[in-house]
């Protein structure tokens, strides 16, 4: 059953913090089963990122970093559970 504390949690979890670095977010996010799977959603989703209404240089660079830190997620959850 999911409960407020589980979505608190969660978010909290997907939430980067000031002092971390994207490594170290995302090795955090890669820990978890379950916020590895919502952390790869939430990048899959902007690889599409046919909604967003932003110049097309723009739209290009996010998806590169979304790329990018899929690959670093992909890496890192690999190592957590193989």
Avoid: F, N
Avoid at 23 to 52: Q, S
């Amino acid at each position: 059953m999911i409960t407020d504390s589980w979505i608190t949690d969660a978010v909290e979890a997907l939430t980067k913090q000031d002092d971390e670095s994207e490594w170290m977010y995302l090795a955090r996010c890669a820990a978890d089963p379950v916020i590895c799977r919502l952390k790869r959603l939430d990048l899959v989703d902007k690889l599409d990122g046919e909604d967003v209404q932003v110049p097309a240089d723009v739209a290009r660079r996010l998806r590169r970093q979304a790329r990018d830190r899929l690959r670093a997620l992909e890496r890192l959850a690999a190592a957590h559970h193989p």
